[in-house]
Structure formats: C-alpha cells, structure tokens
C-alpha cells in the first residue's frame, strides 16, 4: 500500500523569505501523481501545485515549485517571497496513475500536513 | 475548476441523532467524494460517490453508518447516522470531472456531537 509521510508537523517562515516542506511517499508503482493541497483556517481546501511522476521536470505555479527526486521517492514543496495569506496547513498527497494502478479511482492518500505560519 | 458548496457549514448535534450533508458542484462531475478530517488530522477517504449505484466504501466505513446519495451527476448527500462524539469531524465533500483530473474540494461542514 502507498504511505506519504510529513515529518514537519510545523514551520515558521518569516514574510519575503522562501521556505521548503518536505514529503516523502512509499509506493511500488511507476505510474502516480503527487499533489500539495493547502487548507487555510477557512477550512477550504485549494490545490497549489500537481506533478506527474513521469515528467522530469519539477512543476512550477509562480512563487510555489517543487523538487521532485523519483529515485528517493521525495517531493517538497518550496514557497518563494512567502506572504502572510501562505499560511496554512499544506498537506501532500498521492494519487495512483493507470488504470491498471487503480488509477480509475481517483484515490487520494493525505499526509498528516505541515502547519506553516508565516512572521510579518 | 470546479466550484463546490457544502450545507451545512456547521453543526452541534446531540447523541444517537443523524445529520445529513449535502454538496452541490456547480458543474456536472463524473467523481464525487467524502472525507473526514478528525481534529487536527489528516484527510481520510470515506466513500466514492457513484451516480447510479451504491456507493464504494473504504475499510472502516459502512454504510449503514454513512449513507450515501448520488442522484445526479452534480450533488450527493452523506449522512451521519447514530451519531456519537467521537464522530465530531470535518466532513468535506470533493469532485472531479474524470479518473485523471485534480480533485476540488467543498468548504467542509464542522460538525460537533454531545
């Protein structure tokens, strides 16, 4: 079975500056999608950034890209020139790819978030 | 994207009552889904909403205790059955038009039991 794993329970960053959240994920798939959600006090959760696992290259949505490394099954999120509305509780997740995954499901496996408060 | 409402936003339930959740997505959807995020938790998957069948529940969750309606193509029901504090939890309600599209998630509905 597929595990993502958040060992930050919470970072601090300090307004401007650029901060990066770990996420680690097991799987023996070759297929798969990664995903960092974020959910503001609002409760709302909102898509940041998605990457498909078999692109090499790392996905970039303006101040927020990842650092994809396939091999060691890792994928942080970095957040440059952080403002105060990046706080929130960012969470990770996985999705399987093909049909033949299960991917037909749609399925989302969560980590346990990193609550990331930014310091005006 | 889509854009997905929950009712109701909030609720305070007494024991052994049962609260019914509904999610309206502004678009037809081939992918409706529940979760529910304990206090401080992550987000687990409770059940696939299908239009048409039964829905498909994930280990640890019935459907007896969580009913779930998918009448059309845009909105689905959960309902929250005997309900006992350890089910005080955000509910969110999630959608996506495919297999292979993000999912976008409802504001989530608070819920406490006394």
């Known amino acids: 079975a597929q595990t993502v794993t958040q060992s930050q329970p919470e970072m601090s960053v300090q307004e401007a500056e650029t901060v990066t959240l770990s996420c680690t994920y097991d799987?023996?798939?070759?297929?798969?999608?990664l995903f960092w959600y974020k959910q503001p006090p609002s409760r709302q959760m909102i898509l940041v950034i998605r990457?498909?696992?078999?692109?090499?290259q790392n996905a970039t949505e303006n101040r927020f890209s990842v650092n994809f490394q396939k091999a060691a099954k890792s994928f942080s999120l970095k957040i440059s020139d952080s403002q105060l509305g990046d706080a929130a509780m960012y969470f990770c997740a996985y999705r399987s790819g093909g049909l033949n995954y299960g991917g037909a499901t749609n399925k989302l496996i969560f980590g346990t978030g990193t609550l990331l408060a930014v310091q005006p | 994207s889509a854009v997905i409402s929950q009712k109701p936003s909030r609720d305070i339930c007494q024991r052994g009552t049962s609260l019914t959740i509904q999610c309206q997505v502004d678009s037809q959807v081939t992918m409706m889904f529940w979760y529910r995020q304990q206090p401080g938790q992550s987000l687990t998957l409770i059940a696939t909403?299908?239009?048409?069948?039964?829905?498909?529940?994930e280990s640890g969750f019935v459907i007896d205790k969580f009913p779930i309606s998918r009448p059309n193509l845009t909105f689905s029901t959960l309902t929250v059955s005997n309900m006992s504090p350890e089910d005080s939890s955000i509910y969110l309600c999630?959608?996506?038009?495919?297999?292979?599209?993000?999912?976008?998630f409802g504001p989530g509905t608070r819920l406490t039991v006394l």
């Open positions: 799987t023996s798939e070759s297929d798969y999608y």
């Open positions: 990457q498909e696992a078999y692109k090499q």
């Open positions: 999630s959608a996506a038009a495919d297999s292979y599209n993000e999912q976008f």
């Open positions: 909403a299908n239009q048409g069948s039964e829905a498909t529940y």
